[in-house]
């Protein structure tokens, strides 16, 4: 199935979680937060939460700004 | 002096609010952090690079035991994105501070002031301490506070400008009505502006390229940190009445003669 990661498609295995999707990715986790189709997913709900296909995920981090 | 600034439940000894954009290099950065006495610092919010995906992040610069971060919606042109930027940034930050900025016009970088309010009320329901980004309009700051806003933040000119306090007559308005902090962000371009803004009376600064954008950032933020002072003691203090004419310090009486006093 594939799943969309800030706005670029990737193929993943039918199943596979949001956690396993990062850990794939190599996204560290300190300092990041996820929304999935537009919610945000609980630091502590990554690991549990299954991917769909289609699903559009946001990773996030603070950069410079004003 | 105790005169600490309190927002929501924080409280604070600094006046002075400072961003992490458009620094010559982080060392500077951060030497200008040091130098502004700021315990506020403002970050945005972004999608993280997938081809650097355990690279540094802005927080890996910023010492949290020494200053809080108030996460931006910075970007955001609609209140829906400003909300789930608010969101992302508190999950990734734990805090639940957020400067909301929703833009409405890319050249200007003015407020869309209906979306500002729609996200500010939103974010305050959903238990976020929120500091508007608002024109400098005291109807638009009168309407953030009774949605529920923890400050108001007017612009005193365009984000990035530097023109200084465009129209102190508002900004003053603006901080006679208000019941919540006004902190002046944008516009302060060097230490006199932030000491007028100050002397106004409003409760704090916020200014990013004023310091960053200056030849030496770190002498910058010296400056604006004494001006921030300096504006507010005499803020407190209370200024002189302006007058049209002259008013001699020196007595007036008991002055020598150059002429021959008449006897009588």
Do not use: W
């Amino acid at each position: 199935m594939t799943v969309s990661v800030n706005g670029v498609t990737h193929e993943i295995d039918a199943g596979a979680t949001l956690g396993e999707l990062i850990a794939r990715l190599g996204i560290r986790r300190d300092g990041i937060a996820v929304a999935r189709n537009y919610d945000v997913v609980a630091r502590g709900a990554i690991d549990a939460t299954a991917l769909c296909d289609g699903d559009a995920i946001e990773i996030i981090a603070a950069v410079a700004g004003g | 002096m105790n005169d600490q600034l309190h927002i929501g439940n924080y409280t604070f000894d600094s006046r002075l609010f400072v961003g992490t954009g458009k620094y010559p290099s982080i060392p500077i950065m951060q030497a200008a952090h040091a130098a502004s006495g700021a315990q506020v610092l403002t970050i945005a919010i972004r999608r993280i690079h997938l081809d650097d995906p355990s690279g540094k992040t802005m927080i890996d610069y910023l010492d949290r035991s020494v200053y809080t971060l108030l996460p931006n919606t910075a970007g955001c042109y609609t209140a829906k994105e400003a909300v789930l930027t608010a969101k992302l940034a508190r999950e990734a930050l734990g805090t639940d501070l957020i400067k909301v900025e929703v833009i409405g016009d890319p050249d200007t970088l003015y407020p869309d002031t209906r979306e500002t309010i729609a996200a500010a009320q939103e974010l305050v329901r959903a238990g976020f301490t929120v500091l508007p980004y608002i024109g400098d309009d005291p109807v638009a700051c009168k309407q953030l506070e009774e949605v529920g806003c923890a400050a108001v933040m007017p612009l005193a000119a365009p984000i990035g400008s530097g023109l200084g306090i465009c129209n102190p007559y508002s900004i003053a308005i603006i901080k006679e009505r208000a019941k919540v902090p006004v902190i002046v962000d944008a516009g302060v371009g060097t230490a006199s502006d932030a000491a007028l803004a100050m002397e106004l009376g409003v409760d704090a600064l916020l200014m990013n390229t004023g310091i960053a954008a200056a030849r030496d950032p770190v002498a910058m933020a010296r400056a604006m940190k004494y001006a921030t002072r300096a504006g507010r003691i005499a803020f407190l203090a209370g200024r002189m009445e302006k007058k049209r004419y002259a008013n001699a310090s020196s007595p007036t009486t008991g002055l020598i003669a150059t002429r021959q006093e008449s006897s009588s």
